[in-house]
């Protein structure tokens, strides 16, 4: 289960790695987000987070609203940890295919290229970077690509 001490309803943000993380980029990676989500504060008030990295690119970091919300400069405080860490997570036009315990990463024109040699097809399972809440996570983090907002851009 992804996050396991966090409810359901506890809200994400998703951040996807533009290339796989090699271990050493991993390990360095939890320690900073470890002492971060444990450290984590909002107006002075303890947040109740935590965070998995999935697939050596994908980072689900979570809040548990209902204990203490994040404000704006919380959670700009995510942000900033990442922009400063030497792997882009904020290029949004890009596609997951989980792949054993990695995943393969895609450009818009390299996945519509993958599509187009049947490579992969509408049925291919991808990252769903779109969730919102823990149990989207859960439920609906996998998805056929024909669900995912990359279909009909790839597809034409």
Request: proline letters at 4%; hydrophobic letters at 45%; one cysteine or more.
């Amino acid at each position: 289960m992804i996050i396991p001490h966090l409810p359901d309803n506890s809200r994400v943000w998703f951040f996807g790695a533009n290339m796989l993380l090699g271990s050493q980029q991993i390990e360095t990676l939890c320690q900073e987000l470890d002492f971060f989500v444990s450290d984590w504060k909002a107006h002075g008030t303890d947040l109740r987070a935590g965070y998995t990295l999935l697939h050596d690119s994908i980072l689900i970091v979570a809040v548990d609203q209902s204990v203490a919300a994040p404000t704006g400069c919380s959670i700009d405080k995510v942000f900033k940890l990442l922009n400063d860490f030497p792997v882009d997570f904020f290029q949004r036009l890009i596609l997951w295919q989980p792949f054993c315990n990695t995943s393969k990463i895609f450009s818009i024109n390299a996945a519509q290229e993958a599509l187009m040699s049947k490579e992969i097809d509408r049925h291919t399972l991808v990252i769903n970077p779109l969730i919102q809440t823990l149990g989207e996570a859960r439920e609906r983090l996998y998805i056929p690509l024909s669900e995912s907002w990359a279909y009909a851009k790839i597809s034409q």
